[in-house]
């Protein structure tokens, strides 16, 4: 009796704040915690690379291939400390991969926000029209998805060419899928409400239904998809263009570093590869542990 | 039963024409192939005989029904950079591909199902948080990645493993096998670590869900009022239970692990069918493009059938329902 007396207590604080609730829910994981701050740190590194790093790496004046291949702490021409080192050309590595991420981030982000768009889109408008174009779509997007994203755009890539724009287009395609996916069940579900049909004995126009009414109630599992997927547009951005498949050699991400320290790996130089790559990998699962969090929270299954 | 497998197949069919033309239109559309058979410095008389002798200069549509024609008669055309026909080709290197493959599948559902029905057991217990951030780690690295810190920690600094290749093989029906050598088996160890650990990390999630799951439903309460022992009540009943999902799952990664094999081929310089393809992007041989994706959609499509047919077999709900 009292432990019902409790739950009817805490349902109207809950509804009252509910993102103050969330907030508080997800500051109990440490872990969580943990990697949202990492992730934190990493976007403001990205965005204020110009001012952190010690060096413009792009710029070809400033490099001397004299400096070449230094390990982590020497102390080249430039007369300050290499803390990573210093790649083929001379570039100091710290300085490539602050740059590098935030290529890496654009295109992850920038993917992300596309496929989110169109695989909402895709989704919440098959689900609110139903019929035969709900049947098309949704089939369409059931044979992609048992595709392997990765062949997706691989095979993009190698058609369209090398660039951000086709890059971009690539990951949209690979990805868009997930999104329809799950914008279709949640909008499918939302569909057969009362509120929905309320809306629609209105006059109000379609569109208006469905951005104004559908969409925000959808939105929850896709913001879940949605980090998920941005940590792996990001990976997939990387593997790509270590294959030699993605950006131009004059935008080097995260993946075209590793690329190039790839040879020097054989010959004991480790650190041109790894420190690129342990940023990229370090990224990615703070981005994940972050994306599992909120899928935890916002599993109703698992709240018992 | 017989009209839903009947139009299951039709369905089949339906899709692999569909690819057919987007792939064909993708590959061959876009981009001028005359550019790439003809040398620059060929005179008119030449470039006019090249043309016809391709058809070239028929409309798209024929163009598609001739490339139609070759390929209902298994003729995928013949490799700019080998002069091989592109099938034999493929198919010489698909043995390399799945020994690696299922080196991996294998590897990780032996690991992965274990590992994820006890963090879904105890998911308090300080082992299954190891698991499961583990398991974050092999979902979330790039495949790349881990393949370059395998390289380094076990090829270079360690030297105990060989860091490429197939190494030797033996003639087992009439194709090399590298598992059935020494030397061969442990050029497979690092290219099959790296491919299982993200279907290693996948299967482990899934079943410590599904378990969590399960441990909280009725069954496995009445299971253990009835007295039944912890042992029985995971192996006869929740494990049943969880593997439906897994197997789905695990029928569907098969065929994605041939198709991540890409990346761990290309790093290991193992000579299969991924490799294969990432070379041809490179230097634009487009036969063995389109070869290698119609296959591709192809075996995908059949498993994907066989997938369909064995659950239509499993469930007579789903049966009738897709019969509609």
Request: hydrophobic share 55%; charged share 15%.
């Amino acid at each position: 009796m009292s432990a019902i007396g409790r739950d009817a207590l805490a349902v109207p604080t809950r509804e009252r704040r509910p993102l103050a609730a969330f907030w508080i829910e997800f500051a109990e994981n440490k872990v969580a915690l943990a990697a949202l701050a990492v992730v934190v740190v990493f976007v403001l590194a990205a965005l204020f690379a110009p001012l952190i790093a010690p060096q413009d790496p792009y710029d070809l004046g400033k490099l001397s291939l004299l400096d070449a291949r230094r390990t982590p702490g020497a102390v080249a021409s430039g007369g300050y400390v290499h803390i990573l080192g210093t790649d083929a050309a001379g570039r100091d590595l710290f300085s490539a991969i602050l740059y590098g991420l935030r290529i890496s981030i654009q295109i992850g982000l920038l993917a992300g926000a596309c496929a989110l768009a169109l695989g909402a889109t895709f989704g919440i408008v098959a689900a609110y029209r139903g019929g035969r174009l709900e049947a098309f779509i949704m089939r369409l997007v059931d044979l992609q998805l048992s595709f392997p994203p990765i062949l997706l755009a691989l095979v993009l890539v190698a058609l369209l060419g090398q660039g951000r724009g086709q890059l971009v287009a690539a990951l949209t395609a690979a990805q868009y899928a997930y999104f329809a996916r799950t914008a279709h069940g949640a909008a499918s579900a939302e569909r057969r409400k009362d509120y929905i049909e309320a809306a629609l004995a209105t006059p109000l126009p379609g569109w208006r239904i469905v951005f104004k009414h559908l969409l925000p109630n959808c939105l929850p599992p896709l913001i879940v998809v949605a980090t998920v997927q941005v940590a792996y547009s990001i990976a997939l951005e990387a593997t790509l263009s270590f294959l030699g498949l993605g950006l131009p050699i004059t935008e080097p991400s995260l993946g075209m570093l590793i690329a190039n320290g790839f040879q020097y790996m054989m010959s004991g130089r480790y650190w041109i590869s790894l420190y690129p790559g342990v940023a990229l990998m370090v990224l990615i699962v703070a981005i994940n542990l972050v994306g599992d969090q909120v899928r935890d929270q916002l599993n109703p299954r698992l709240k018992r | 039963m017989l009209g839903f497998i009947i139009q299951r197949l039709l369905q089949a069919v339906g899709v692999m024409l569909a690819m057919s033309v987007i792939v064909f239109i993708g590959v061959y559309a876009i981009g001028n192939p005359i550019d790439i058979l003809i040398p620059p410095e060929a005179d008119q008389a030449i470039r006019q005989a090249v043309i016809e002798r391709y058809g070239l200069d028929l409309p798209l549509w024929r163009q598609y029904l001739v490339f139609l024609g070759n390929l209902l008669r298994g003729d995928l055309g013949r490799s700019f950079i080998f002069n091989i026909p592109t099938l034999d080709l493929i198919l010489g290197r698909m043995p390399a591909t799945l020994e690696l493959a299922l080196s991996a599948v294998v590897a990780a559902t032996l690991i992965g199902i274990p590992l994820g029905v006890y963090a879904g057991y105890r998911p308090d217990a300080p082992l299954s948080r190891a698991i499961m951030g583990f398991s974050i780690l092999g979902f979330s690295v790039p495949t790349f990645w881990v393949g370059l810190i395998l390289i380094m920690v076990f090829a270079v600094e360690l030297g105990w493993l060989p860091a490429g290749g197939r190494g030797a093989t033996v003639e087992l029906f009439g194709v090399g096998w590298s598992l059935l050598t020494w030397d061969g088996a442990r050029h497979v160890i690092l290219p099959a670590i790296n491919l299982a650990l993200f279907k290693l990390a996948l299967l482990t999630r899934l079943a410590r869900a599904g378990t969590r799951e399960a441990m909280l439903s009725d069954y496995v309460k009445f299971a253990r009022a009835e007295g039944l022992r912890e042992a029985q009540v995971l192996g006869r009943h929740v494990l049943k239970n969880i593997s439906i999902p897994i197997v789905t799952v695990f029928g569907l990664e098969l065929g994605s692990t041939v198709a991540f094999a890409v990346v761990t081929e290309t790093i290991f310089s193992w000579p299969g069918m991924g490799k294969l393809i990432i070379d041809s992007i490179t230097v634009l041989d487009r036969p063995v493009m389109v070869a290698y994706l119609i296959l591709i959609t192809f075996l995908f499509i059949m498993i994907n059938l066989a997938v369909d047919l064995v659950y239509a077999m499993l469930d007579p709900r789903l049966r009738r329902s897709a019969a509609r």
